[in-house]
């Protein structure tokens, strides 16, 4: 009797640790989709902006925020996002140029066709590494 509730339990065990590796080898391979799928956005959206500017990608994400004449929701979308994930030191000027403090995007609520998103701009700015100066104040 004692030697079924052994096998039991250890065929329980198996089952628990096979069930506990294809649950992290799922988590593993959905993670790793994201960073292809951010990955492969990255380049779509440099791609976009050159097309659109002419001129090599970080510099041509850089004029896509800064032209006005482009939709805003775009602006966010494409160029801010895409040079916050590329941790853009040179983007630092055009972002603080637009940024208005306001972390939570109260100034842009519902405004999105109209102004670059702030809470966007300040996520951006974040992520850039820290000692980096520029000319703004």
């Known amino acids: 009797m ?3 509730e052994i096998r039991v339990f250890i065929k329980i065990r198996k089952i628990i640790l096979i069930a506990i590796i294809a649950g992290a080898g799922v988590l593993l391979l959905v993670i790793g989709g994201l960073f292809v799928s951010m990955e492969y956005y990255v380049r779509k959206n440099i791609i976009y902006a050159e097309q659109k ?3 090599n990608g970080e510099n ?3 004029a896509f925020v800064l032209d006005e004449s482009a939709p805003a929701k775009d ?3 494409i160029a801010v996002w895409t040079l916050g994930r590329m ?3 040179k983007a630092l000027p055009a972002f603080l140029s637009l940024y208005k403090n306001d972390p939570e995007g109260h100034t842009c609520k519902g405004r999105h ?3 670059v998103c702030q809470y966007e701009l300040y996520k951006a700015i974040k992520r850039i590494p820290p000692g980096v100066t520029t000319n703004n104040p």
């Open 2 to 4: 004692i030697k079924k």
């Open 75 to 77: 602006r966010t979308r």
């Open 53 to 55: 500017y002419s001129i």
């Open 87 to 89: 941790r853009s030191k």
């Open 60 to 62: 041509a994400l850089i």
């Open 113 to 115: 066709n109209v102004v």
